[in-house]
C-alpha cells in the first residue's frame, strides 16, 4: 500500500508536467481566438475556437452562463485559464488594448452620458452605421433617457464596432428589436463577417442561430459543450 | 487669562432644567424620547468630565509621547465613525484601514503645518493646541472621508453598467470610474464648501463662540476661525481626495476591471 501510494504521486507529477505545456502556449494561425480552460467562481473551464469570418451561435437557458462565458473572454471578471487572439497571449496584453480588439456588446448596455453624441469619440464616422440601423443623422443629440431598448441595442452595436475590433462578442443582440431591425442588424452582422470579423452571438432563438451560425455552443450549467445543430446535419 | 467667568456646579445644575424640560413634553406629547434624552444628556456629561480629566493631565505633562497616544486615539476613533456610516464597505482591512490611513495622513500633515507656521507654540507639540486643533480638523475630515466613500461606492454599483460600458470599449479604469469619481470628491467637498459659505452669517463656529465667552477679543477670535476654516479645507480636501482615489483604486484592478466583488453586501438599515 505504501509503495501504491508513492506511484500515485509520482503519476500524478508527471500528468501535470506532460499538461503544462499544452496550457500556455498561443499558436499563430487559422483559429483567430483560442480560448483554453477559462473558468471563473461560477464558470466551468471552457475551451472553444473561433476563425476569422466566422460567427458562432451560444445558447442555452437562462443562468446557465453564456454572459459570464462572453464577459470571461472580454476580461471584464476575475478569470483563469488561456485566451489567445491571432497567437497572442491576452496576458500580454493590457485590459483596455485587448477590448479594443475583442469587442463586448451586452444584453443591457450601459451609458455614461446625457445625448447619444457623447457615447461616440466620431459621429460623423459612424454615419454609415447610423443610417444603416435606421437611425437618422440627428440622432446625435438625441438624449438617452428618450431611447428605447431597441435603439440602446442598435447604438450600442454601433459603438462597439466604431472601435473596430477582430472579434465582436454579442449577447442578444437582437432580443428586444422589430423584425425589419432584426433583419438589418443581421445582414449587416453578415457583411462584417464576411469582411473577416469573428463573431460569438448568444442568441435564444434557433432560427437565428440557423441563420447567422457556422456553428453552434451549447451552454449548460456553467458548461460549455459545442453540438452539431441539425441544420447542419441535414445538410449534405 | 483670568478674564473668563469660572461656571460653579449649582450653575450647570440650573441650566440642565431645561433638558428636565424637554424630557417633561416628551412625556406630555408621548414622544417617547425622554428615556433617550435623559440617558444621552448623562453620556454627555459623564464622556466631557472624563475628556476634561485627560486634557488635564495631558496639558500638564506636556509630553510628546502621550500628546501622540491621545492623538493617534482620536484618529482611530475617527477612522471607525468613518467606517460606520458606509452602507457598502470595502472588503476586510480596507473598510478601516483606506479611511483611518488618510485622515491620519491629512490631518495630521495640516495640523503640524499649523503649529509650525501660524500658531507656533512652545514646543510645537504642545497638547494645549496641539489635540483641539487636531480634534476639529478630524471631525471634518471624517464627515467629507465618510461621504466620499460613501458616494463612491454606492454610484459604482447603482452605475455599474456605465462605468463597464466605458471599460468595454476600451477605456481605462481611471477614465471610467471618472464621473463617479468627480461626484464622490463633490459630495465629500460640498459640506466644507457650504460651512465656509455661511459662517459668520448664519452660525457663529463653537470654537470662535468659545474664544469670546473666554475673554479674547472678537477680532483675534476671528482670526483663528479663518485659520482654522483654511485648515479644516485643506485636511478635508487632502482626506477625501486620497481617500477616493484609494478606493477607486482598490474597486478596480490591474486588467481595468471594475470589482465590486471587493464590496460587502448593503448594510440591513
Given amino acids: 500500500m505504501y509503495s501504491g501510494l508513492k506511484e500515485m504521486a509520482v503519476d500524478a507529477a508527471a500528468t501535470m508536467e506532460a499538461n503544462e505545456p499544452v496550457l500556455t502556449t498561443c499558436h499563430a494561425g487559422a483559429p ?3 480560448v483554453r480552460d477559462l473558468r471563473t467562481k461560477l464558470l466551468k473551464p471552457a475551451s472553444l475556437s473561433l476563425s476569422a469570418g466566422e460567427c458562432i451561435a451560444i445558447r442555452g437557458p437562462s443562468g446557465a452562463g453564456k454572459t459570464l462565458l462572453l464577459r470571461a473572454i472580454a476580461d471584464l471578471d476575475p478569470n483563469e485559464g488561456v485566451v489567445c487572439l491571432d497567437g497572442r497571449d491576452r496576458s500580454t496584453l493590457a485590459g483596455p488594448e485587448w477590448r479594443r480588439l475583442v469587442g463586448y456588446v451586452p444584453a443591457e448596455p450601459g451609458w455614461w452620458g446625457d445625448t447619444v453624441g457623447e ?29 428605447s431598448t431597441g435603439e440602446r441595442l442598435r447604438l450600442a452595436l454601433i459603438r462597439a464596432l466604431m472601435v473596430g475590433p477582430k472579434v465582436l462578442l454579442l449577447d442578444e443582440p437582437t432580443a428586444a428589436l422589430d423584425p425589419a431591425s432584426v433583419a438589418a442588424v443581421e445582414s449587416l452582422i453578415a457583411a462584417r463577417v464576411r469582411a473577416g470579423l469573428a463573431v460569438l452571438w448568444v442568441t435564444h432563438d434557433a ?27 441535414t445538410q449534405p | 487669562m483670568a478674564s473668563y467667568t469660572a461656571l460653579t456646579y449649582w450653575e450647570l445644575a440650573a441650566a440642565s432644567v431645561f433638558v428636565f424640560i424637554d424630557a417633561g413634553l416628551s412625556v406630555i406629547f408621548a414622544l417617547n424620547v425622554h428615556r433617550g434624552l435623559l440617558v444621552a444628556a448623562i453620556r454627555m456629561v459623564v464622556q466631557l468630565t472624563l475628556v476634561g480629566l485627560v486634557l488635564t493631565t495631558l496639558f500638564s505633562l506636556v ?3 502621550w500628546t501622540g497616544i491621545a492623538a493617534f486615539a482620536m484618529v482611530l476613533f475617527a477612522g ?26 491629512s490631518s495630521v500633515l495640516v495640523t503640524v503645518f499649523a503649529l509650525l507656521t501660524a500658531v507656533r507654540p512652545n514646543p510645537w507639540y504642545d497638547p494645549r493646541y496641539a489635540i483641539p486643533l487636531l480634534g476639529m480638523i478630524l471631525g471634518n475630515c471624517m464627515t467629507g ?13 447603482n452605475r455599474r453598467a456605465s462605468v463597464e460600458a466605458q471599460l468595454m470599449l476600451g477605456a481605462t479604469r481611471q477614465v471610467a470610474a471618472a464621473p463617479v469619481t468627480r461626484e464622490a470628491l463633490r459630495s465629500a467637498l460640498m459640506p466644507t464648501i457650504n460651512s465656509m459659505a455661511a459662517t459668520g452669517v448664519v452660525s457663529l463656529p463653537g470654537m470662535m463662540t468659545g474664544q469670546i465667552l473666554g ?7 476671528v482670526k483663528y476661525q479663518i485659520l482654522v476654516m483654511f485648515l479644516i479645507a485643506g485636511g478635508t480636501g487632502l482626506g477625501a481626495v486620497t481617500a477616493v482615489l484609494g478606493g ?22
Fill in chain 1, 32 to 34: 483567430i481566438l483560442q
Fill in chain 1, 119 to 147: 457615447h461616440f469619440s466620431e459621429w460623423t464616422g459612424a454615419l454609415a452605421l447610423v443610417r444603416d440601423l435606421g437611425f437618422p443623422k440627428d440622432a446625435k443629440a438625441w438624449p438617452i433617457s428618450r431611447l
Fill in chain 1, 207 to 233: 432560427e437565428q442561430a440557423k441563420r447567422i451560425a457556422h456553428r453552434l455552443l451549447v451552454v449548460r450549467d456553467g458548461q460549455v459543450r459545442e453540438e452539431v445543430p441539425e441544420w447542419l446535419v
Fill in chain 2, 63 to 65: 509630553s510628546p509621547l
Fill in chain 2, 80 to 105: 471607525h465613525e468613518a467606517a460606520q456610516r458606509q452602507e457598502r464597505r470595502l472588503a476586510g482591512w480596507w473598510s478601516y484601514g483606506l479611511g483611518t490611513g488618510c485622515m491620519m495622513m
Fill in chain 2, 145 to 157: 472621508v465618510g461621504l466620499g466613500l460613501n458616494t463612491l461606492t454606492t454610484s459604482l454599483v
Fill in chain 2, 215 to 221: 475673554g479674547v477679543p472678537p477680532a483675534e477670535a
Fill in chain 2, 248 to 269: 477607486v483604486y482598490r474597486l478596480t484592478d490591474g486588467r481595468h476591471r471594475l470589482r465590486l466583488d471587493r464590496l460587502t453586501a448593503l448594510k440591513a438599515a
